[in-house]
């Protein structure tokens, strides 16, 4: 696995309150369970275009279960 510079996206269902803020934030990349509204990625594939937008929807999570870590791999 090739290492890369983006961070880490980590999502924790168990601190989903369904909010949809992430959804908002980034449309294309998250989307929402119709169960019970928890977060879901609509997009796996993490280019450059959309590397804000992830940053913004884990900082307007009101909940904190959208975190970027460490540097991932591809």
Do not use: N, Y
């Not at 908002?24 to 169960?35: K, L, N, S, V, Y």
């Not at 609509?42 to 959208?66: I, K, M, N, Y």
């Amino acid at each position: 696995m090739e290492k890369t510079d983006r961070p880490a996206l980590r999502i924790q269902d168990e601190l989903c309150v369904g909010a949809g803020e992430c959804v908002r934030a980034a449309p294309e990349i998250f989307d929402q369970h119709d169960e019970d509204g928890t977060v879901t990625l609509r997009r796996v594939t993490w280019d450059e275009t959309f590397d804000e937008d992830v940053r913004h929807a884990v900082f307007v999570c009101p909940s904190g279960a959208l975190t970027l870590g460490e540097t991932g791999s591809q």
